[in-house]
């Protein structure tokens, strides 16, 4: 009983509505054709709540808001167009009523296949349901002659469509937006290639994204779960794979650490790792988060616990002619390496543990270094792509497919062609390899150190903590540019630029290059105070980087230094007190007014 009452207030409230909605619209249309509450014209029935009505009409919302700005419901200015909206809401209108007339006439029992007149009566009790279901029966065939099925009609003659439930009308809303704007559906398999497992660094580099099943010791390689990471199809962890000696991969984020790590070792053994290149890689970086080797003798590490690393794009050496080895110190270092794709990345160590660490104290107490001969390293090799996976497959855009992506920690990391090292940060230290303060620098040394240059910088200003490179004897004290030799046969003057010799006699060409402006001393200039133009030179050695141990630069091209050693060893007499022991120097990027 309770739902025939129900039913026939929404019978009811249909009569009225279209009884009270329709006439204040039908001057729009010249609709004048309605006789007592019932008007056999088409007319409009609009909806209060109708977003189409209270809204503009806008593709997508625009970010100062005025496709959310209700607008008055003025009588369009086309005619053909008030027309179709006109029909469009009647139509939904009818079929709305309509339903719900012949559901009402079904559910009290009315014969599909009988002809039923308002004046018939049904038997029954007054609240009962005689006369309150007779009273649903007259309301739903008024409704129904309100919309041309006239009485007398079969119910199984008016055509009824099925309902369709809201959400199926808010997902074919979506799909009608979605083929409006023509977009791209991408499917879950396309999406897992847009973001692949095992390529998405995660944990500021540490490691990649994967599925937990991944992250596990398989051939050799060590998984550790060191944080979540859901932004690839299948993925769960972050994961730090870690490889020991004789490992091979191709990922994309790898550890290499010595055995035991971090426990220190005294094995005399050959340890390596092969890094397979991908494809779209173009350059590697390596990260010494920790790295305690025995220091170089004479300028070479060949004779002490070394790592060395064979490139297959750098025959020549990594560092410099026939260099690449490292040994002593290196914490906190990084080198870059240019590869090609299918090609191969050796990193290898040699150890014996039998010399002595730098800095280590021969009584073995620790002071935060490893001690006396143990060693220990942990590389962080990350392959770093120039183009997206799967482009020289010949994957784009343009034929539909989806466009894979460079995540952006790969795109950061990229440094310029040609640079060992790179420094992103604007403030920082650069220091030669194994710097310790008592070990001696390394021969054969030719490469680049790259500072990135910011928006509107014009130099950079060097300050030297420690400094000390061969030099000859003129240029040793370093606040010189060029010396001046005397020619024993001819008594004449030669005059030579500091760090350059290449006499048998001399110690070779050594230098730090860099495009020096100023000592940091300070003038009056037109526009107030500024640097004094008195240090230009490009080539620094000897004792001190130039007369104040700074260097101020401007230059509107690459921030870098060049770093040089000679081929053979200097004698004692080249270097300063305490030895030739490379540099280690604060550098700030100057912006700005220059």
């Not at 009523?97 to 018939?120: F, R």
């Not at 650490?257 to 005294?266: E, I, L, M």
């Amino acid at each position: 009983m309770q739902n025939y009452v129900i039913t026939l207030g929404l019978l009811v409230a249909l009569c009225s509505s279209a009884s009270s909605q329709v006439k204040p619209w039908l001057p729009w249309f010249g609709s004048d054709s309605c006789e007592n509450g019932v008007c056999s014209s088409i007319f409009p029935i609009f909806n209060e709540d109708d977003e189409s009505l209270t809204f503009d009409n806008c593709e997508e919302d625009d970010e100062d808001g005025t496709c959310l700005s209700p607008v008055t419901a003025t009588p369009p200015a086309d005619d053909s167009t008030n027309e179709e909206v006109a029909v469009s809401k009647i139509k939904d209108f009818e079929k709305e009523a309509v339903e719900k007339a012949v559901g009402v006439l079904k559910a009290l029992g009315v014969n599909p296949d009988e002809e039923y007149n308002p004046s018939q009566q049904r038997g029954g009790r007054l609240f009962g349901g005689g006369m309150l279901m007779q009273a649903a029966i007259d309301q739903a065939l008024a409704v129904l002659r309100i919309f041309g099925y006239n009485t007398g009609a079969q119910i199984n003659t008016i055509p009824v469509q099925p309902a369709v439930s809201q959400v199926q009308q808010a997902a074919l809303a979506a799909l009608a937006k979605v083929t409006a704007h023509k977009a791209v559906i991408i499917l879950p398999t396309a999406a897992q290639d847009t973001n692949l497992p095992n390529y998405e660094p995660c944990r500021g580099g540490e490691g990649l994204c994967t599925s937990a099943q991944e992250c596990k010791n398989i051939g050799g390689v060590q998984g550790k779960s060191i944080g979540k990471c859901g932004n690839c199809v299948g993925c769960s962890v972050c994961c730090q794979f870690v490889i020991g000696c004789q490992g091979i991969t191709d990922k994309m984020i790898t550890h290499f650490q010595s055995p035991g790590y971090p426990r220190t070792d005294r094995s005399n053994e050959a340890c390596s790792l092969t890094l397979n290149v991908r494809d779209e890689v173009c350059q590697v970086r390596l990260d010494f988060i920790d790295f305690e080797m025995a220091a170089p003798v004479a300028g070479s590490c060949s004779g002490v616990d070394n790592f060395e690393i064979i490139n297959t794009a750098q025959p020549g050496g990594v560092f410099g002619p026939g260099q690449s080895k490292l040994c002593g110190l290196n914490k906190g270092q990084h080198v870059y390496m240019p590869v090609k794709p299918g090609n191969i990345l050796i990193m290898r160590a040699t150890t014996s543990g039998v010399r002595n660490i730098p800095l280590a104290r021969l009584d073995g107490t620790n002071r935060g270094l490893s001690g006396d001969t143990a060693f220990r390293w942990n590389a962080r090799v990350t392959q770093i792509p120039c183009e997206a996976p799967g482009a020289r497959g010949g994957r784009s855009g343009a034929d539909g497919k989806v466009t894979r992506r460079i995540p952006s920690h790969y795109r950061k990391l990229l440094a310029p062609d040609g640079c060992r090292q790179y420094f992103q940060e604007s403030r920082g230290r650069l220091q030669s390899y194994n710097f310790d303060g008592k070990s001696e620098v390394l021969l054969n040394q030719n490469y680049a150190i790259c500072v990135k240059r910011p928006a509107r910088s014009c130099g950079m200003t060097l300050k030297a903590l420690g400094f000390s490179l061969p030099a000859s004897v003129g240029c040793l004290p370093g606040n010189v540019a060029t010396e001046t030799l005397d020619d024993v046969e001819d008594i004449s003057p030669i005059c030579t630029v500091c760090c350059t010799s290449t006499a048998e006699d001399g110690p070779g060409v050594n230098y730090l290059g860099v495009a020096g402006y100023s000592d940091g001393a300070s003038v009056m200039s037109p526009i107030g105070q500024n640097y004094a133009v008195n240090q230009d030179r490009y080539f620094f050695c000897g004792s001190k980087l130039g007369v104040t141990n700074l260097i101020v630069t401007r230059t509107k091209g690459p921030l870098l230094l060049r770093v040089r050693t000679a081929g053979k060893y200097w004698e004692e007499w080249s270097c300063p007190a305490g030895g030739c022991l490379g540099f280690l120097m604060n550098y700030d990027v100057d912006t700005g007014t220059c």
